[in-house]
């Protein structure tokens, strides 16, 4: 039962087709989402700081914004569970912080 032969070509070459992925996505904060998120979380945490300082002392700060517990560059998330309340002044240290540890000191400006 001999079966007719398939043709074979070798300068067929392998079908990979082409992936396009779209770098729409991943804009970051700023749209209705985020906004929404945001009060969520500030009115969970009664608009008080949480901040690691502001815990720890006890200190009663109005928070208005709203920080990552882990940060994004270390591969933290935009879950509530990792989202608290901050007050925009113990943010601005935490972020300077966190940017000092990121990336090597600059010198001589500020
Ligand atoms: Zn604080």
């Keep these: ?14 079908n ?22 945001r ?13 690691d300082d502001c815990t720890r002392l006890g200190l009663i700060k109005v928070a208005n914004e709203v920080d990552h ?9 935009d879950d509530e569970t ?3 309340a901050i007050n925009s002044e113990c943010h601005k240290k935490k972020t300077a912080k966190e940017s000092r540890t990121k990336t090597k000191k600059k ?4």
């Design 107 to 110: 010198e001589g400006v500020g």
């Design 39 to 51: 009060i969520a979380i500030l009115e969970r945490d009664n608009y008080l700081c949480q901040c």
């Design 69 to 77: 517990i882990i940060p994004l560059f270390k591969g933290g998330t």
């Design 16 to 37: 990979t087709a082409k992936v396009s992925v779209k770098q729409t996505w991943g804009n970051g904060r700023g749209g209705r989402p985020w906004r929404r998120l």
């Design 1 to 14: 039962m001999p079966i007719a032969p398939k043709i074979f070509n070798p300068h067929r070459k392998n």
């Design 82 to 84: 990792n989202l608290r």
